[in-house]
């Protein structure tokens, strides 16, 4: 359980949470959406049960699972049905693999299962505490989901019929960067998670009352309306969201429905699936609901509540859809390389094309094919394992002495094993992240200390940016945009999301921490130039293997 510790201590900040962003409801009334909610509350052990055997069942029986892909739920059909359905056809499509499996494996595969499906449960609450977020069982009969419409917050059982909310959640208005005033829940939720205790024991017995009853409620749904044009980074920091003591919260936008993610139940792979099984099921027809209107919570504060309340690591974030993506795909396939080498090369020579050294990357590697209860792993990645011949300054220049289809096979190689090995748990990088989250919280900061300012550590174990790409959608997702996350501490600048939509566009988004304060446009133009830089190293490329 080395990712579930590294989670909780190291990915519980505000710039630790990703978001994503589906447009397959448009039109989905917020009861819908609780309804969605609700489903996923009671029912999200059963279809994550189902992922998890059909991705260990091919590991147990050593060799893979051909034709299959998990099917979306029918239109209206309840998520405990949906995985019942689903476990059955998968069942029958690899009757064979339960054979060959053999009784012991299957029961000791099968035995594993209950302590994964409680690593992820989604019926918990963060309590954050001085060194790490402790994840908080909430007992069925207390399960709620919450809601904000018009600024003010609501909690709801589960199997009450639902309310009428007041006229603000017809979405007459947009809420806009200047409309966002003050309040405790943005200032706890932009706050370090350490400092939490202190802060919620400033405000009056009626805030503390109010945190109570919605740390009942492990789903928080934002009904009021949030201008989809601004970069998804953007939102979710500008929208309401409770204190970050939710594992998930929903925001609605002019553009779709954003979900914000805590890492430290979710991971980006798994998490795409809940948003988009949450859409389809929000899309469903639902009752009428009853006349009766909830009463808010009181959320308030006074003067020193505000003064003791300093936010965390500030940040912008820009995104972008105009790096164009056949070409690369022609130039992955002809030069025998994939499509994020292809990236990672761009970023590098993009830095030096700035006159900046070219960062190490941080590599999140999706472990659930092969060990689903490792969750992730990170790999780091340095431009000197780049074949020279492509790191050269200025780029685009004259030809290099050795053919660029051989150095993109060459950096394809050195990627490739460095994956390969970070999975195996074999790099120093895996080591040393494993033995500083293993360290007791209280020593820990020398280790961190060394990571973040040395530089020769810092490329070897950290990096200097994190480069999460999601790769390409499954067929049917309508998820259009994603931001990731990054660690507790300095060490990641910049944090880039990409991934391939089901229209075919290569989507990228970038978060940028660095200290100072950049502005939202300086961030759009690095974001632009890595695009236009992009597509300009790409088109020479393939000129170059003509």
């Not at 589960?158 to 200032?187: I, K, W």
């Not at 979900?259 to 027809?285: C, N, Y």
């Not at 972008?320 to 002809?334: E, F, G, V």
């Not at 390409?472 to 910049?494: C, E, I, K, Q, Y």
Request: glycine share 6%; hydrophobic share 45%; with cysteine.
């Amino acid at each position: 359980m080395v990712w579930q510790k590294f989670t909780e201590t190291v990915l519980r900040e505000d710039g630790a949470r990703f978001a994503i962003e589906t447009t397959g409801a448009p039109d989905a009334p917020l009861s819908a959406w609780i309804a969605s909610a609700v489903q996923m509350l009671k029912y999200h052990h059963m279809v994550l049960a189902c992922e998890w055997e059909e991705k260990t069942l091919p590991v147990t029986a050593g060799r893979p699972v051909q034709g299959w892909t998990p099917p979306w739920p029918a239109p209206g059909q309840p998520l405990d049905r949906y995985a019942a359905d689903r476990a059955e056809a998968f069942r029958r499509h690899a009757s064979a693999l339960y054979v060959a499996a053999g009784v012991a494996q299957a029961r000791r595969r099968a035995g594993e299962l209950p302590a994964f499906l409680e690593q992820i449960s989604v019926q918990r609450i963060l309590e954050p505490l001085p060194y790490l977020d402790r994840r908080v069982p909430v007992a069925s009969a207390d399960l709620r989901v919450a809601v904000t419409v018009g600024g003010q917050y609501y909690v709801l059982p589960l199997s009450e019929p639902m309310p009428t909310f007041p006229a603000p959640d017809q979405g007459s208005s947009t809420v806009r960067p200047a409309a966002e005033a003050q309040s405790p829940d943005r200032a706890l939720a932009a706050a370090p998670r350490g400092r939490q205790a202190r802060l919620r024991r400033l405000l009056p017995p009626e805030a503390r009352a109010a945190l109570a009853e919605l740390r009942q409620a492990p789903i928080l749904i934002n009904w009021d309306l949030h201008d989809g044009t601004l970069p998804l980074g953007e939102l979710r920091r500008l929208a309401r969201r409770g204190c970050n003591d939710h594992p998930l919260v929903l925001i609605r936008t002019t553009t779709g429905m954003i979900f914000d993610f805590s890492h430290v139940v979710f991971d980006a792979m798994w998490a795409i699936q809940i948003a988009e099984l949450m859409t389809r099921v929000a899309a469903a027809p639902v009752p009428a609901p009853a006349p009766e209107q909830p009463t808010p919570l009181s959320l308030t504060a006074g003067p020193e509540f505000y003064r003791t309340a300093r936010p965390g690591a500030g940040e912008v974030s820009a995104e972008t859809t105009d790096i164009a993506l056949p070409p690369i795909l022609n130039l992955a396939r002809r030069a025998g390389c994939t499509v994020n080498d292809i990236l990672v090369l761009a970023r590098w020579a993009y830095a030096l094309e700035r006159g900046e050294a070219p960062p190490a990357l941080l590599v999140p590697l999706d472990m659930f094919p092969v060990d689903p209860s490792k969750r992730l792993r990170l790999a780091v990645i340095r431009p000197d394992q780049a074949p020279p011949s492509l790191l050269r300054q200025p780029w685009p220049g004259p030809a290099p002495a050795q053919d660029p289809g051989t150095a993109l096979q060459a950096l394809n190689r050195t990627l490739s094993e460095t994956y390969a090995a970070t999975k195996q748990g074999e790099t120093f990088a895996c080591l040393a992240q494993q033995v500083m989250v293993l360290t007791p919280p209280p020593l820990r900061a020398p280790g961190n200390w060394a990571t973040e300012q040395l530089a020769w550590t810092r490329d070897r174990i950290k990096g200097r940016e994190v480069f999460s790409n999601l790769g390409r959608l499954p067929a049917g997702a309508t998820t259009t945009r994603f931001v990731s996350a990054r660690g507790l501490g300095g060490a990641h600048d910049r944090v880039w999301g990409i991934m391939t939509t089901v229209r075919g566009e290569l989507y990228v988004s970038m978060r940028d921490f660095r200290p100072g304060g950049q502005h939202p446009a300086v961030a759009r133009a690095y974001v632009d130039g890595y695009a236009m830089f992009t597509n300009r190293l790409v088109h020479q490329l393939v000129e170059m293997l003509q």
